[in-house]
């Protein structure tokens, strides 16, 4: 690493000679797999932008310009360039973020990971350049996944619109999101690639063509002066042109001179311009390259040498229902599948292969994905769109105006649902129960184990004539919890110690398992307790206001944020019903958390059996004393 040692700054780069730019990039790549297959993270991506990361921390002058990445899954590269080398901790606490970060480096102007947000970006701080009269550029750089977007869509029509407003737009084109890219867009940009390009034929043919005369000029000159007109002829790049933003590519995105090039010629353009460069996701890496699924888009801790996992996993959530959906696949015609770009990652490769013509990759389109599924669902099918539960925030309205007010039967399974850790702030489910609560008509369930996944999906895709939603965790699924008995549509866990009970335990999915442990340490101060687990966590169940007046206080436990969720429809619940029981809800604080492993997030915030036994005990021995001397007020929930 005798070079990359010595970068420390992106001005480190300028007194490099472009043998030791390539001898940097090959550094790079090695730091990478060394580092990545210690810590897990985003391998593919970052090794497919080496010396388009390089190029554009030549080109451009950071912090003063402005360079955004979209998503951010790709900016391990910008950030080793930009001062920090250190991944022995990469997304783990106290360590490097796995996207760009404020708190890290002033070169990380935005905090994204949801995807196709840097255009609508670059389109506000180009306009504030403009109103400030400011002279810095602004650089986005998009992969042609995150362009399949509609919120970059939206951004490109108001970016192309302003004719004088410099803009750099970088496609970073790996042909690929996990998988290779869907739809119209990357047909288009197919063409592009394919098609003898403009710049291409330019940078070929420039030597032969400066010296073949035609009528005085030079033939280069003489083509250069018709290029509208040679492009068309050459390569259909219409749509961008057309658009009104200038096109410049396709470029070699290994090729640092080349790329140093273009972006040099973008940069003094005046006005928006696409550098549409083609890169390789997995570069280098010969693991990566073989992997057809996903070319490592982001790996666990695996071998360097022969990119094996490292610890075997077992049996996890995403796996159980993907295998279910095959079983329901075969039993019902009707049931298709959606994806937004993450065929493998939510487990519904299976489906696919079973059934091709009955999964629909929408491209990285949460919002289009639950309006077609509002379109299927009137066709006459029951669609099952698959999502991480943090990128169905995105499709609110849509599920809300389109899916609900249609009544249409559509099944949303949210993967990833509750803290996921090490991705960071954006990437927990801990909102979903929130939002959720507001839809009419919405059914919600909240699987505990790998049997309730299969019987509420099946519950679920019974629905005809509503939205329902079946929520699970990240991760290896635990043993299977049974129930003692049912009570209305609730499973019972635990019967108390004594006839006279005094918690009632609400247990939502995958906490299960804690929350017995909780009511095992309550039971030995003397508190017996009911673990109840509603299974459909919305609507509340009916059995519940009547299970709550039997005990003296009600505790939820919740993996999703404290602010609307199943304890505040709980609560509710039971004013509406006039149950007067106190009630205590645990669950996740309203504030973003830092990425850390799912343990130390839950143990960070109190969501541990110790942690509610204690607060449980206090609040009963409160309630105890209450009774015994003056009343006072229960302990406020914390944040
Ligand atoms: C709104 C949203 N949906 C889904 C994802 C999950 N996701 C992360 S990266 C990615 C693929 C991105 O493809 P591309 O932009 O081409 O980048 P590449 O990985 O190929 O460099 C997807 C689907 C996300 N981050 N945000
Ligand atoms: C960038 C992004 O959104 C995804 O790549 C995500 O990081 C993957 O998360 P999992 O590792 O949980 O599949
Ligand atoms: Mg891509």
Known sequence: MALLTRIRGPRDLDRLSPEQLDQLADEIRSFLVDAVSKTGGHLGPNLGVVELTIALHRVFDSPKDKVLWDTGHQSYVHKLLTGRQDFSKLKMKGGLSGYPSQAESEHDVIENSHASTVLGWADGLAKANEVLKKDDHVVAVIGDGALTGGMAWEALNNIAAAKDRPLVIVVNDNERSYAPTIG??????????????YE?????????????????????ETLHG????????????GMFEDLGLKYVGPIDGHDIEALESALTRAKRFGGPVIVHCLTEKGRGYQPALQDEADRFHAVGKIHPDTGLPIASSGA????????????LGKERADIVAITAAMLQPVGLDKFAKAFPERVFDVGIAEQHAAVSAAGLATGGLHPVFAVYATFLNRAFDQVLMDVALHKCGVTFVLDRAGITGTDGASHNGMWDMSILQVVPGLRLAAPRDADQVRAQLREAVEVTDAPTVVRFSKGAVGPAVPALRRVGGMDVLREPASDRPDVLLVSVGALAPMCLEVADLLDRQGISTTVVDPRWVKPVDEALAPLAERHRVVVTVEDNSRVGGVGSAVAQALRDAGVDVPLRDFGIPPRFLDHASRGEVLAEIGLTAPDIARQVTGLVSRLDNRFETSPKAVEPARD
């Open 200 to 220: 291409r034929f330019l940078a070929r043919g420039k030597d032969i063509l400066e010296r073949t005369p035609v009528v005085g000029k030079p033939l280069y």
């Open 316 to 327: 996890d959530w995403t796996g159980v229902f993907a295998e279910e959906m095959v079983a």
């Open 184 to 197: 119209g867009l990357a047909n288009h940009l197919a063409t592009l690639r394919t098609t003898d390009g």
């Open 226 to 237: 018709a290029k509208k007109g040679l492009k068309d002829f050459i390569a259909p790049q």
